[in-house]
């Protein structure tokens, strides 16, 4: 069974720009999760989906995120303009349904804003 | 709101001695308690869980935690260690029966192992 994917694995960009993280969770998983860790801090909770509906978005910095998982499977997160302190590890995760199902997590894709 | 604690940024062990990670929580309800491992450039694993039941729950690669709801706590053990255990470890908590799935993690612990 293949796992999480992410892509890119890393990304330089300058602040200002663009950048859009893509996750492939497991097949099947309705629970798709997304986390970031910046440097020396804990890994924060961004945003959780149950298929293509956002369930939870509490942990979104501010409106320069935007995540998406049209039809319920891949997801992107879009930083939109990047900021320097958005750089960091973001990690995507899923899970199936039920609540107490462990997540499973990608390799994540480092980000470094310049 | 939901925290967790790691007191300990690295602990250092001798290989075939015992080793424990420290982990306390504060949460609304009854926590389902994970331990994630991450090795160098890669994603985090998962290692075990307690959801309800037996306080002492055994996962992947002979570790196990202790549940200790009177001291809210979650530490990581294992009887033998190994040079391959050398890894940060994060703990985690959630809280679905507050309608919440999100993890919140500990700042993770370094484990050495040596030789």
């Known amino acids: 069974e293949a796992g999480v994917t992410q892509f890119p694995s890393h990304s330089v960009i300058e602040k200002g720009q663009t950048v859009t993280l893509r996750c492939d969770p497991i097949s099947g998983h309705d629970n798709l999760y997304w986390y970031r860790r910046v440097m020396g801090k804990e890994i924060k909770f961004l945003l959780h989906f149950v298929k293509e509906s956002k369930q939870d978005e509490s942990g979104m910095p501010n409106n320069r995120f935007l995540a998406e998982r049209t039809g319920g499977t891949y997801s992107t997160l879009k930083v939109q303009p990047a900021e320097l302190e958005d750089s960091g590890v973001y990690f995507c995760?899923?899970?199936?349904?039920?609540?107490?199902?462990?997540?499973?997590f990608g390799p994540g894709t480092r980000l470094t804003v310049l | 709101a939901q925290s967790v604690a790691q007191p300990e940024d690295q602990v250092n062990v001798a290989e075939g001695n015992p080793l424990t990670v420290k982990c306390t929580y504060s949460v609304s309800g009854n926590p389902y308690l994970f331990w994630y491992v991450q090795y160098p450039n890669r994603g985090l694993q998962f290692l075990l869980k307690y959801i309800t039941g037996d306080n002492l729950v055994k996962g992947s690669y002979g570790f196990e935690a202790e549940f200790n709801k009177s001291q809210t706590s979650f530490h990581l053990k294992k009887p033998s260690a190994l040079v391959s255990d050398s890894a940060l470890y994060f703990c985690?908590?959630?809280?679905?029966?507050?309608?919440?799935?999100?993890?919140?993690f500990g700042k993770g612990t370094k484990l050495s192992v040596i030789p």
């Open positions: 985690a908590v959630s809280a679905p029966g507050a309608g919440s799935y999100q993890l919140t």
């Open positions: 995760a899923s899970s199936p349904r039920e609540a107490h199902n462990e997540q499973f």
